[in-house]
């Protein structure tokens, strides 16, 4: 057969003395085809030369050698001429990415409506999806590693928490109203409980209507 044959990297050459078959599989899902098992007449003479040789022995003996040469000449030629057929045959079904060049299957790992592989151009209904499913399995991560008294409620995230009393410097393990180590008020008023009106730091009656704050 003349010419060039065309080859991919992507094939497992399975063939033996008996036959030419090839599988072709996607560079992305790896995923492919093989090629229906294709009967090898030159394999089969060979087998009968070496059966004959080793049945026989004396002048058939001779027929090793002549087994090694038909081989390596019709078996080849018969090898490349099934290879070249297995990959137009194979070819409808695959395509290569213009922009990665790698050679992946039409039906999962090509992007028509980018003229892409799905590497390159990934569909981004399902990218979204991967999205918000890997986000929620985080925050589900998230939540177990916390023990359930750590855990701040939505009110508690707006409070100005302190990380020690401001009285005697303890150590305040949570967020908490009173010390429990001088027992000081934590938990300051910020606002006249009589007229609403915002307090200064540390005072004990409302500047504007005299009410006693502390």
Not at 132 to 159: F, M
Request: with cysteine.
């Amino acid at each position: 057969m003349g010419g060039k044959i065309e080859f991919v990297r992507n094939y497992r050459d399975l063939s033996t003395n008996q036959g030419f078959q090839f599988e072709f599989h996607c560079d992305r899902c790896h995923g492919g085809f093989r090629t229906r098992f294709q009967p090898s007449v030159v394999g089969t003479v060979a087998g009968v030369l070496d059966t004959a040789s080793s049945l026989f022995g004396g002048i058939f003996g001779q027929a090793a050698h002549v087994t090694d040469r038909f081989r390596s000449a019709s078996w080849e030629m018969s090898h490349d001429d099934a290879f070249s057929k297995a990959v137009e045959e194979i070819k409808p079904d695959f395509i290569q990415c213009p922009r990665c060049s790698a050679w992946v299957c039409r039906k999962a790992c090509w992007n028509n409506r980018k003229g892409l592989c799905k590497n390159c151009a990934p569909d981004l209904g399902v990218e979204m999806s991967a999205a918000q499913s890997d986000r929620a399995v985080r925050e589900i991560w998230d939540q177990a590693e916390s023990a359930e008294e750590d855990r701040p409620d939505k009110k508690s995230w707006k409070e100005n928490i302190q990380a020690t009393c401001p009285e005697c410097e303890a150590a305040l393990p949570t967020n908490v109203k009173f010390c429990p180590e001088c027992g000081a008020k934590l938990k300051k008023i910020d606002l006249c409980p009589s007229c609403g009106t915002k307090l200064p730091p540390k005072v004990k009656f409302c500047p504007e209507c005299g009410e006693r704050t502390q």
